[in-house]
């Protein structure tokens, strides 16, 4: 495995701090990375050192996660409201560029490609979904409205609270649920809950989830009354990439039914035997779906 050669630094974005990462030689193509719930930006330490050869990687710490900037109240985290903050960083970085999200991540990568398609050259997306498929499948009150169930509870005021009880037990239960976690080490381990540890980092992080105006079905009970979104603004037009962990427990493969809708230029590539945190237990693989489809 090529050596990662990480740097770090602290960027300005719309008058506040933000945490980078960066991998790889800066004069490469740029790679916009995303990272999801409960993780941050050194969570694709993993992945970026195999695209080394095509990319500079840059991994920021986003809004109310890890060392970046991160507002109290749930107010802060509307999905335009991250859009901006990454919109803004790829004006620093002098974009247009790639961009890759996983888990959350995803849902800011799709804002970029469908609402400031001028900064995106092509998408890539691990284990993540689009709005209106994700929504469709979580209202339907079947097996994505049971698999989401969890976010009931993380919407809950005192949520935040009783993850962190007993060194953050509960935490890790739920990260690791009903899915294999072999790749996460003591080492790994112990650099989560470093970054959980951050004072008030935890309820800003579950704050994506109460802000979010996504509806959940209580599984057998679907949703009948949700309102028509407006597919012509919800379009990626860039080349778009979706790699998918087909043991995934918490995002089943009917939460990207219908994907072809809202993106014409669509490559799906799924990677047997791996889970929703794919970008952990397989980098090479994921990084050779990526590479392929550069190539092609």
Known sequence: ???????????????HPFFLRRWGDPALPKLLML??????????????????ERFHCIAPDQRGYGRSWAPA???NYAASALVSDMAALIGCLGGPVTVMGHDWGAAVAYGL????????????????????PFQRAM???????????????????????????????RMKQLFMAKMDTGWLTEEKT?????????????????????????????????LGDLPDLPKERLQVHCPHLLIWGLEDSALLPESTEGLEEFAADLT?????????????????????????????
């Open 268 to 296: 799906r590539v799924e990677l047997p035997g791996l889970n929703h945190w794919l970008i952990h237990q397989a980098p090479d693989q994921v990084a050779r779906a990526i590479l392929d489809w550069l190539d092609r």
């Open 139 to 169: 209202a339907s009150g079947g097996a994505q409205s049971e698999a989401s169930s969890y976010i009931t509870f993380l919407r809950r005021p005192d949520s935040h609270e009783v993850l962190a009880e007993d060194g953050f037990a």
């Open 1 to 15: 495995m090529p050596s990662a050669g990480m740097t770090t630094e602290t960027v300005d974005l719309n008058g």
């Open 73 to 75: 109240g749930v107010e």
């Open 190 to 222: 112990q650099e989560y809950l470093t970054e959980w540890a951050r004072p008030g980092r935890l309820e800003t992080m579950i704050h994506w989830y109460r802000a979010s105006p996504l509806r959940l079905a209580e599984p057998g009970v679907p």
């Open 35 to 52: 990272h999801g719930f409960p993780e941050h930006g050194g969570a694709w330490a993993d992945l970026a050192p195999y695209l080394g």
């Open 113 to 132: 490609a469908m609402f400031k398609p001028e900064l995106v050259d092509r998408l890539i997306i691990a284990n993540g979904v689009h709005p209106v």
